[in-house]
């Protein structure tokens, strides 16, 4: 059943196998309940997810699980249905396993800073503690960005990395990653710089998405001499850039008239395979056998072109 929910055309396939399996006399099961409602949800046939979820007790006296519940919270969430979100949310904590889904109050702090209603998060993670839930990443990361994308709030951002370690919940990649992002987005991209330098110490390793928002960043920043040394330490790690800054990133050195330079860098790009198209792979065959004042137009064309 998962494997086939992977594949496209996933929630036909999956409908389907559940016929087959009815059709072979296999009882299905809450999983089997609990992957239908996550394709219909992921595919955004919401209307056919609470189907599933009504049919599976009406029919079958199976009571969905607090995934199946964070599933379609999570899919209403995404559509801004903040308040069907909240209500379904009741119902889970009355209806399901003790044990329920944090990834559910994630969405739903997520959702209400997207919809402007960050007030109700502290009230949302008071009743997880007062019902024994505990307050994981997810929810916490969801807090970050929530102040980081929503409000632009980077010290309530950091409040929150603060209180995840009080709590003994160890940051992650997505937490810090979301941070750097922030600083970045307002401006503030030798933060950010500083932060990254300091997140091995904090027992988090840089991955290729922390480069590339800091990279980001300070191209967007017009820092050249600070985009070269990210640029240099991404591929040292064998991390590629986005494209977008890629392109600003040889704009100014198009400008600066170095041809040494461009060449250097299309062959660092090439050793992590980010070259646009097989223009750009002609154009490393050839250039370094050009003569100097054709090496920069060359590869500036083909460039242009990609």
């Known amino acids: 059943m998962r494997a086939a929910v992977a594949e496209p055309g996933s929630v036909e396939n999956a409908c389907l196998l559940f016929d087959e399996m009815l059709q072979r006399g296999i009882a299905p099961t809450v999983v089997t309940f609990g992957t239908l409602v996550a394709a219909f949800c992921e595919a955004g046939r919401l209307e ?11 029919h079958y006296n199976i009571r969905p699980n607090a995934h199946v519940y964070a599933s379609l919270i999570k899919a209403l969430c995404e559509k801004g249905k903040m308040d069907d979100a909240q209500r379904l949310k009741e119902e889970m904590v009355r209806n399901s396993e003790p044990l329920v889904d944090s990834g ?25 503690k007062g019902r024994g839930i505990t307050v994981g990443r997810e929810v916490y990361n969801a807090m970050i960005a929530g102040f980081c994308e929503n409000e632009g709030d980077l ?4 409040a929150v990395l603060d209180d995840m370690q009080k709590d003994r919940c160890k940051p992650d990649a997505v937490s810090y990653n979301t941070l750097v992002g922030g600083l970045c987005k307002m401006g503030r991209w030798r933060d950010a710089s500083e932060l990254v330098e300091d997140m091995p110490r904090r027992g988090c390793r840089p991955d290729v998405v922390t480069y590339r928002r800091l990279f980001d960043g300070i191209c967007d920043a017009g820092e050249l001499g600070e985009a070269r040394k990210v640029f240099d330490e991404m591929i040292f790690k064998g991390f590629a850039p986005s494209m977008v800054s890629v392109r600003k990133f040889v704009g100014w050195i198009e400008r600066e008239g170095d041809s040494a330079l461009l060449e250097s860098v299309l062959c660092q790009l090439a050793s992590v395979n980010a070259l646009e198209g097989n223009e750009w792979e002609k154009a490393m065959s050839g250039v370094l056998h050009d003569p100097a004042e054709q090496k920069i137009e060359k590869l500036l064309d083909n460039f242009r072109l990609a």
């Open 48 to 58: 056919e997810a609470f189907k599933v979820k009504e049919e599976m007790f009406l």
């Open 155 to 158: 010290d309530a951002a950091f």
């Open 104 to 128: 559910a109050y994630a969405a739903l702090a997520r959702t209400l800073f997207w919809v402007g209603r960050k007030g109700e998060v502290v009230g949302l993670l008071e009743e997880m």
